[in-house]
């Protein structure tokens, strides 16, 4: 009996994306070389002329959404009781991303591979937090297939996500959160860190 659809499809994006990691390994390999663990550079594409911040603030009853210049801004909302979503474009401002990675606890080594693009897919349990890494696919103007790696870090009240650059399938659940529409308002940053993440690997079967 032969492969599903469905099945078919999961194993030609399984080899897509083990033929990108190989690809970038030879790279990563020779710009590293020499350096010491949790050693922060960007290895990757740059994307983006600079680094892009976003923050989306909400609960069931309040919401608010900004673009902030300076990634000390973004320290107020680690603590708060609201669903905090700060999301990161462009990944080669690499002393603005260990900032973040100070404040809000995230290890080097974790920041290293935020910064070191080609990662294989995986997740952390981290004991506070949850640290996961994938690759969102897309299609071009043009219809070819573009994709970028994308790192979450999902916290007790906040999501923060890294994003290569602004090839961005997240706009629907912007959307959501911005009218109240469905239970992303009144869930938590769980159920923020679902969405994104069904909308990463939904887009997968689409391209």
Not at 20 to 27: A, C, D, E, H
Request: hydrophobic fraction near 40%; glycine fraction near 10%.
């Amino acid at each position: 009996m032969g492969a599903s659809p469905g099945g078919r499809s999961r194993h030609a994006a399984d080899n897509m994306l083990c033929c990108l990691s190989m690809k970038r390994y030879g790279k990563r390999v020779a710009q590293k070389a020499g350096l010491e663990p949790g050693a922060l550079i960007h290895i990757g594409e740059k994307r983006l002329a600079q680094t892009r911040f976003t923050i989306i603030d909400y609960d069931a009853q309040s919401f608010d959404e900004k673009t902030i210049d300076e990634v000390e801004a973004s320290y107020a909302f680690k603590d708060t009781p609201t669903v905090t979503w700060i999301d990161i474009q462009g990944l080669q401002d690499t002393i603005t991303i260990e900032k973040i990675g100070k404040y809000f606890h995230i290890h080097p080594l974790l920041l290293e591979d935020i910064l070191t693009t080609g990662q294989r897919p995986k997740m952390e349990d981290l004991g506070e937090s949850i640290f996961i890494v994938l690759t969102m696919f897309s299609l071009g103007d043009e219809d070819e297939i573009l994709y970028e790696q994308v790192s979450i870090i999902i916290g007790p009240h906040y999501v923060i996500s890294f994003q290569e650059g602004e090839q961005d399938i997240f706009g629907p659940i912007r959307e959501r959160i911005r009218g109240g529409h469905g239970l992303i308002r009144r869930l938590g940053s769980d159920y923020l860190a679902y969405a994104l993440l069904d909308a990463i690997v939904d887009n997968i079967f689409v391209v």
